[in-house]
């Protein structure tokens, strides 16, 4: 079964419970949430290959664009259907103009993904969002 999903239900069956968490578990778990995004880049970083990276594959490209560029763009469009203020168009076109989570990889390894994969298009789209998010905040705010 997919690790997140565990932590997910393990997580909600304790919150639904009402047993408040002794303080040493949370302090504990606090750490652990804090040194889990570091850990998870550095597991992608350690997967990244130059060679392939540049080798520019048909799932590679749908992967790096998708979040980047369709979602962002996609919110756009229902963001003016439905009449979104400047302000929340922009806060909402860059929560989905981020790239994907660094526990993607982590999963894709221990489940028997493609991590390499993942790591290639997780490089990719943080590169043209660093890229793109200034624009498309300048865009949305000169524009809406």
């Known amino acids: 079964m997919n690790p997140m999903v565990q932590g997910c239900v393990l997580g909600l069956a304790l919150n639904l419970s009402g047993l408040p968490l002794p303080g040493f578990a949370v302090q504990t778990l606090d750490l652990i949430g804090r040194a889990a995004l570091g850990v998870g880049l550095l597991a992608v970083g350690a ?3 130059l060679r392939r990276l540049v080798d520019i594959s048909a799932p590679l490209a ?11 763009l996609l919110f756009l469009a229902i963001g003016a259907a439905v009449g979104l203020t400047v302000e929340e168009t922009l806060a909402g076109s860059l929560i989905f103009i981020v790239p ?7 999963v894709a390894r221990k489940m028997g993904g493609d991590a390499s994969l993942y790591a290639d298009i997780m490089t990719w789209q943080t590169l043209l969002s660093m890229a793109l998010m200034p624009a498309l905040a300048a865009g ?5």
Request: charged letters at 10%; aromatic letters at 12%.
């Open 62 to 72: 749908l992967g790096v664009l998708i979040r980047p560029v369709l979602s962002p």
């Open 100 to 106: 994907a989570a660094a526990n993607g990889y982590v």
């Open 140 to 144: 949305i705010t000169r524009f809406f």
């Open 47 to 49: 997967g990244i290959s």
